[in-house]
């Protein structure tokens, strides 16, 4: 069964605050109970409003009272009762909190995003082979179309320079000469330097 909830309006009713407090500054652990009775259900209801998880409203409204514990001597009566000190500091709490949840949620998308994007020496390397393809293509249109086959036949199909000749039926230093014009021609028009 629930106890009633007492407001800062019910001063009347229950024990003053303001006297539990400054006995709990000093040390005292039965007057930290009695503040601890007046102050956890609005506390407990206040977090649990602002983070709607039962488990951390209570992991937080458990930190809130321990803070009023350690820190009981700084309060000032001139700023206002001990009911708003408190459920002040429970709100603080509870929405560092809801901000550290959100913080911790955008650095896992950063994150994931950043493990999804290829290296940057990854698109280096497939742009500079793309361009490379696209220079030796170029350039093996230039060359003629006897040298053409014989590059061709050679270095894509990885025939020997006897299986060149016989599939292009040239005798075998006709073939051999065809390569070396075409390689020449090709080593020429990519820049390459020997």
Request: hydrophobic share 40%; proline share 3%.
């Amino acid at each position: 069964m629930r106890e009633a909830v007492r407001s800062a309006d019910d001063a009347g009713a229950g024990p003053d605050l303001q006297e539990l407090l400054v006995a709990v500054a000093r040390g005292d652990e039965e007057a930290f109970g009695a503040v601890y009775d007046a102050v956890a259900g609005p506390v407990l209801g206040l977090v649990r409003s602002v983070l709607r998880d039962p488990a951390q409203s209570e992991e937080v409204a458990q930190e809130v009272l321990v803070e009023v514990w350690q820190t009981a001597s700084r309060f000032q009566p001139s700023r206002g009762s001990v009911m708003t000190w408190v459920m002040t500091m429970a709100h603080r709490r509870a929405v560092d909190r809801v901000r550290s949840a959100q913080a911790s949620t955008g650095r896992e998308h950063r994150a994931a995003l950043l493990e999804h994007t290829p290296a940057f020496d990854e698109v280096t390397e497939q742009v500079e082979a793309r361009l490379e393809r696209q220079q030796v293509r170029r350039c093996m249109r230039t060359l003629t179309e006897l040298q053409r086959q014989a590059v061709t036949l050679a270095y894509y199909q990885g025939l020997t320079y006897r299986e060149v000749a016989e599939l292009l039926a040239a005798p075998l230093g006709t073939v051999k000469t065809r390569l070396r014009d075409g390689l020449i021609r090709l080593r020429d028009c990519l820049g390459v330097t020997a």
